[in-house]
């Protein structure tokens, strides 16, 4: 597989691959081009050439190309899902999703051409203003490995609909999706030059593209660390930045909920995609009322989801992404037994057996009798471990979600209003759920507070934030 640079395949300058491994049987799926600090520069010429003619079509113009290329990702949406459950191991059903998601995102940002509209501002006899927004010029996306195919087309979507160009780089272990979309927007008809990808390391390609000088806006999804890093490497430079740097959510479940459904949600919030995912519930607390009828319900259920290759049917959950991956949860599993921050109640290791041997599997995974100060609450658990805690009321179930210092999504599972206000107004959070967890509907607004980065993504704020206001004054 090559890298996408200008609409067309280029092997890359230098030399050195990456190879793309599957998760589940550690076999080669495919090499990319370790993309050099050149390859980065030709992407970004190569947008900047671009940029004039796509910014002067009309929005609509630009809108009618990302609806074509909706219709080629889901024409293609099997072959797609079918290669994104081999470089990433997640479940073929998820993939699936995850593809139509993507032409979902296309088609939502393809609906509003034409709306997102400036202002006039009328000042009397001083004058009339024109409020316009222009888009930014050459913007770099930054790609992680866990929703590779759903986090291209958030910032693919609403970057070329405003009229900028786009270099992306993905994540090196699930690079190959994304160049297959990337090269059916070329099929589709999209100008030369208007989305770039360049395959390589964070450090190397990564890094080359955060410092250009021609890039005037970031987008980055990914680890807090690395967000910090970008934040420090484009702020000499000033150019604009989105950063969606994950979560710690939790999910409130209330007396009066119904148990069976949040038992679900809960399953579905933590272990979707191996639990890999920024908003899945990664703390649970439930009302002592209905604590143990619910631990009951839970357990058997989580003990008897299938985990597997991704690619046979029924499998619930996959591997997890890299050995790196698996490596950083069998780590947190086991500081919370060296440092007396929980039990494990099941799971808790590797899942054993041959055909388990050359992937990154781990056994879902439930921790009760968990201190309030636990390391575990307060980090990002990216896996599939999900500790269970226990709450008298109301008001010590928000002062406990509000401990973390991420504020990304949060749910509370009731049928009362009152909690819901309660909740929604007191609760660190971009997104507050109701009896649900984990939908992203591209309609609305994404992302949150503190550690959880800043800037939104999704609906018109997407829009905003990949243009600029220009005003014209006119001085009658
Ligand atoms: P990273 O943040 O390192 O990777 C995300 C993307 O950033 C990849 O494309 C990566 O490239 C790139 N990148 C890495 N370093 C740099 C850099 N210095 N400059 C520019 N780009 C860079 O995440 P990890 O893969 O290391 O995952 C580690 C942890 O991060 C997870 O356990 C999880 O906690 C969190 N995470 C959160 C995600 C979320 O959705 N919020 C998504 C992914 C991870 P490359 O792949 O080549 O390294």
């Known amino acids: 597989m090559e890298m996408l640079i200008n609409g067309k395949a280029d092997a890359g300058n230098g030399s050195a691959w990456i190879e793309v491994i599957n998760p589940a049987t550690g076999e080669l799926v495919e090499r990319v081009p370790a993309g050099s600090k050149d390859d980065v520069n030709a992407a970004v010429e190569s947008a900047d050439l671009a940029f004039g003619a796509w910014s002067e079509k009309t929005m609509r113009e630009r809108g009618l190309l990302l609806g074509r290329a909706a219709e080629l990702v889901r024409r293609d949406h099997k072959q797609l899902a079918e290669l994104l459950t081999r470089e990433q191991g997640k479940p073929i059903r998820e993939a699936i999703d995850e593809v139509r998601g993507c032409a979902n995102i296309l088609e939502y940002y393809a609906s509003i051409a034409g709306k997102p509209a400036g202002e006039a501002v009328s000042l009397g006899k001083a004058g009339d203003c024109l409020v316009t927004r222009v888009p930014l010029g050459v913007c770099g996306a930054i790609i992680p490995w866990n929703m590779p195919v759903i986090i291209m087309g958030w910032k693919v979507g609403p970057a070329l609909l405003s009229g900028n160009t786009l270099v992306l780089k993905p994540a090196s272990t699930a690079p190959l999706t994304n160049l297959k979309i990337a090269g059916l927007f070329s099929e589709a008809g999209l100008p030369a030059g208007v989305l770039n990808v360049v395959t390589g390391s964070g450090e190397i390609a990564g890094e080359a593209l955060v410092q250009h000088k021609r890039v005037k806006k970031i987008s980055f999804t990914g680890n807090g660390i690395t967000g910090r890093r970008i934040r420090e490497l484009t702020g000499n430079r000033l150019a604009a930045l989105t950063l969606e740097l994950g979560g710690s959510d939790p999910m409130i479940v209330m007396a009066d909920a119904d148990v069976k459904k949040a038992v679900e949600g809960a399953i579905r919030g933590r272990f979707y995609n191996a639990g890999q995912v920024c908003t899945a ?42 050995p790196a991956q698996r490596d950083r949860i069998a780590t947190v599993v086991h500081e919370i037994t060296a440092n007396d921050e929980g039990k494990i109640l099941t799971g808790g290791c590797p899942v054993p057996g041959k055909e388990y041997e050359r992937g990154n599997f781990y056994k879902p995974t439930l921790v009760g009798d968990v201190p309030p100060d636990a390391a575990l609450l307060k980090n990002e658990i990216f896996g599939p471990v999900l500790p269970v805690m226990t709450f008298p009321d109301l008001a010590t179930a928000i002062a406990e979600a509000n401990r973390s210092l991420y504020g990304l999504g949060a749910s509370v599972w009731t049928r009362d209003l009152a909690t819901v206000k309660e ?38 704020h997407a829009i905003d934030s990949y243009t600029q206001t220009k005003t014209l004054f006119l001085g009658w």
């Open 281 to 322: 519930v990664k703390r649970l607390y439930l009302h002592e009322k209905i604590a143990e009828e619910f631990m009951r319900e839970l357990t058997t259920k989580v003990e008897g989801l299938k985990v597997g290759n991704g690619l046979v049917p029924g499998t619930d959950m996959g591997p997890l992404n890299s």
């Open 423 to 460: 909740f929604f107004t007191h609760v660190h959070a971009g997104i507050v759920w109701v009896n649900r967890h984990l939908t992203l509907p591209p309609e609305v607004p994404f992302g949150g507070t503190e550690e959880s980065g800043i800037g939104r993504e999704n609906g018109f």
